[in-house]
């Protein structure tokens, strides 16, 4: 049986990237957005079941005060005390009991020691915000991490780790883009875990990447250092062999691995890695 979208079935409804806090209005997490229905449009059994087949596991308000709330949908911008760098982890579970909300948001208090913030932003998805540090956790440490989680609190999540951006960066246009791709990635890739590297083909093959402020941004980070943007073009001629990149640099092959394992480090991007270097090399030849 084929299952409507909401927006064909409620035709009057639309959709918005944050909620709408109106109390003549019906708000529901969406599709990674919010579906939004005058209740007059709506009989009293049908709010019902809306409710129960898209619940909020925290109330809308609770979200409205937090800080980071308005960071991500209201375009409020980071103060110099909050200066540094910030991702935003996307967890999405198939549903999350209510029973172990609380004991998993303080398990992820725990485990991740420079958590910012945590957000329910439905029943099954959460967003966290982890500030970077030197000895931040890397992709692979986050699999290991959430595949472990899973198991010990009987869940299944799929998780999209977005990149690092610098405080001055508006944090709603990121957290708009890096939510769609996860929610399209979903579908086309449907992977426990994704990265944006993890993206890069149907980045590629499918979108508009000058449309993508969050890849420019990543462009002045990546790209601050002089004479890197060479190197990654070298490297992608040479398709990531090191000794034909150097030589064609003119630069010591240990040279070269010191630039490239420095740029791990600071980025988590292998660029030994087809699929890491790919999606720099894309974003090199961006205007930012």
Not at 203 to 218: G, I, R, V
Request: proline share 3%; with cysteine.
């Amino acid at each position: 049986m084929q299952i409507l979208p909401l927006e064909q079935i409620y035709a009057e409804g639309f959709i918005k990237y944050e909620p709408l806090f109106n109390k003549d209005f019906l708000c529901i997490p969406y599709k990674g957005k919010f579906f939004c229905i005058e209740k007059q449009k709506l009989s009293v059994t049908e709010q019902k079941l809306l409710l129960t087949l898209y619940p909020n596991v925290a109330p809308l308000y609770e979200l409205e005060r937090k800080f980071w709330y308005q960071v991500l949908f209201k375009h409020t911008r980071l103060s110099e005390k909050d200066a540094g760098e910030y991702r935003i982890i996307q967890v999405q579970f198939k549903r999350m009991d209510d029973s172990i909300y609380h004991s998993w948001i303080q398990t992820m208090e725990t485990i991740l020691p420079n958590l910012v913030d945590c957000l329910f932003v439905s029943s099954n998805q959460a967003l966290l915000i982890d500030k970077r540090t030197e000895n931040y956790y890397q992709k692979e440490e986050l699999h290991g991490l959430f595949t472990a989680l899973d198991d010990d609190f009987a869940t299944f999540t799929q998780i999209f780790v977005g990149a690092f951006y610098p405080s001055e960066v508006d944090f709603t246009k990121i957290y708009r883009e890096e939510s769609r791709l996860f929610q399209e990635m979903l579908v086309e890739n449907p992977k426990k875990y994704l990265s944006l590297s993890d993206c890069v083909l149907y980045l590629a093959t499918s979108q508009d990447l000058t449309n993508y402020e969050s890849l420019k941004e990543l462009g002045k980070i990546f790209f601050a250092e002089e004479g890197m943007k060479e190197v990654i073009h070298a490297l992608w001629k040479n398709q990531a062999n090191v000794s034909s990149t150097a030589k064609d640099l003119f630069m010591h092959r240990n040279t070269l691995l010191y630039k490239m394992e420095k740029f791990q480090q600071r980025f988590d991007l292998n660029l030994k890695e087809l699929n890491d270097l790919l999606m720099v090399y894309l974003i090199s030849n961006l205007k930012f």
